[in-house]
């Protein structure tokens, strides 16, 4: 069968396709801006890629057409495939009805964590000998690359996002899924633009929940009240808890808990040593040994493949060093991921001195529904640098120098990327850590400090 996969560059829909070629299927797509380093990945495996959304596209006939949720009304090779009449389906619904009814599914949900988490349990499993196949949203240095599939292997994990499926079916995505392992991770508000309070987001994990068969297990922490409240609407398969009152906990045996001592039922499974940092980390890690024991493997098993787990790419990534300055990259957005980011990083770095660059890229944090709560998520820094562009598409809908007028931290608003990464570069000293932080691109900032890093330096020199 031959697919076209429109908005193929989303890592959602790139790891998708990736997956249906090794189904066997003839695979095209279709994107605008087509850019690395999904775009690379996908030629990698031959899969030819078409700038836009031509409507002469449907001239290429594919047998159906795989629409991405990118793809709105208006777009013009939406509207030639409407008006023709031709065969189409969205990404997620294609997936779990060709490729995931035949899978036991391990799908990772939750506001935070779902990149991570999705890769420590792949890695668990591949580490177990059992060859997983996977759809994340990222790359874990682990397994090299976001998509896997083999239909003779019986697992499947995936990265199980709560965002809406597509134009015409405003579910969440992860209700195709057909889950029989569900980690549900954490629950708060986000996505602003497309729900319009947390209990839209609730009855959206409730109805993942009903989609989990008897003989299935949710996993999750009691702790979080929103989670608390969707499993009190019905749950009809196994549960077993993790975190504070689980039966799954951690015992720190470091400040940053970059050493931890796992527990079930109270006794001691076997110590995580890694290079991850944050309670985060230690939640994301309990989870993903708690959906392996669904699949019968020992938590030692897993323990052991964790204290071998490197990290997952733009996940605290350190993008280079500059006469002792530090550039970290890492994908946090939302406020409480910014937060418990810095909180890892602190306890990590100690007093050296931590610049945090943020751009608020997500369109939740572009509408300003959480922007107030910017200045206490990044208190922990030493100066806050906040990008916004003032048209276009990442245009912010409020003013960092208003929300950041009452900061504690010394914080400063850009809207020229340039002047930004001139002041971060003149203000930075050796043995100071820069941590940026966005879901984007950002314009390519991380080579760009590191080069105006060199630059000052070498001034200093003469």
């Known amino acids: 069968m031959h697919l076209h996969i429109l908005g193929i560059c989303g890592t959602f829909m790139g ?57 709105t009304r ?9 008006d023709q009449g031709l065969p189409y389906v969205s990404g997620p619904q294609w997936l779990g009805d060709h490729v995931l009814q035949h899978q036991h599914v391990l799908a990772v949900a939750g506001t935070h964590g779902k990149t991570t988490t999705s890769s420590m349990l792949a890695w668990i499993l591949q580490d177990a000998g059992l060859e997983p196949n996977f759809l994340i949203g990222g790359i874990a240095t682990n397994l090299g690359i976001s998509a896997r599939f083999n239909a003779a292997r019986r697992y499947f994990v995936i990265e199980a996002d709560e965002y809406d499926t597509a134009f015409f079916d405003k579910r969440s995505k992860f209700v195709h899924y057909r889950a ?27 109805h993942l929940v009903r989609t989990v068969p008897q003989s299935g297990r949710i996993i999750y922490p009691p702790a979080e009240q929103a989670l608390a409240r969707v499993i009190q609407r019905g749950c009809w398969s196994q549960q077993d808890l993790v975190g504070p009152d689980g039966r799954w906990t951690v015992q720190a045996d470091q400040d940053d808990i970059s050493r931890f001592t796992v527990l079930c039922d109270g006794k001691p499974q076997g ?3 890694w290079s991850l940092t944050g ?10 040994i708690a959906a392996a024991s669904h699949v019968d493997i020992p938590a030692a098993t897993a323990i052991a493949a964790l204290s071998r787990f490197s990290g997952i790419r733009r996940r605290m990534e350190l993008r280079g060093t500059v006469n002792g300055i530090q550039v970290f990259d890492d994908f946090a957005h939302h406020p409480t991921a910014i937060q418990t980011t810095l909180d890892g990083l602190r306890k990590q770095v100690g007093a050296r001195r931590i610049l945090a660059v943020l751009e608020p890229r997500s369109n939740t944090m572009k509408l300003g529904t959480m922007a107030a709560r910017l200045p206490q998520a990044l208190a922990l820094a030493d100066r806050i640098y906040c990008f916004g562009e003032k048209t276009g598409k990442h245009a912010l809908g409020w003013d960092p120098a208003e929300i950041f007028a009452g900061s504690t931290v010394p914080a400063r608003g850009y809207c020229d990327l340039h002047t930004l990464v001139e002041d971060v570069s003149r203000q930075a000293q050796p043995d100071d850590v820069i941590l940026v932080m966005s879901n984007g691109g950002f314009g390519g900032i991380h080579e760009k400090l590191l080069l105006a890093l060199e630059q000052t330096a070498k001034q200093t020199v003469s």
């Open 15 to 71: 790891g998708l396709a990736l997956i249906a070629r090794a189904a066997g299927h003839k695979v095209t797509g279709c994107d605008t801006g087509v850019y690395p380093p999904m775009s690379t990945q996908l030629q990698e495996q031959g899969i030819e890629l078409i700038e836009g959304f031509d409507a002469a596209q449907t001239s290429l006939k594919p047998d159906l057409f795989v629409v991405g949720n990118v793809v």
């Open 74 to 82: 208006g777009n013009p090779l939406m509207e030639a495939i409407l």
């Open 180 to 206: 029989r392992t569900a980690i549900l991770n954490n629950l708060e508000y986000d996505h602003a633009d497309i729900f319009a309070d947390l209990a839209a987001i609730e009855t959206q994990f409730h």
């Open 271 to 273: 110590q995580i040593n």
């Open 279 to 288: 309670a985060h980390n230690a939640s994301n890690a309990l989870a993903a």
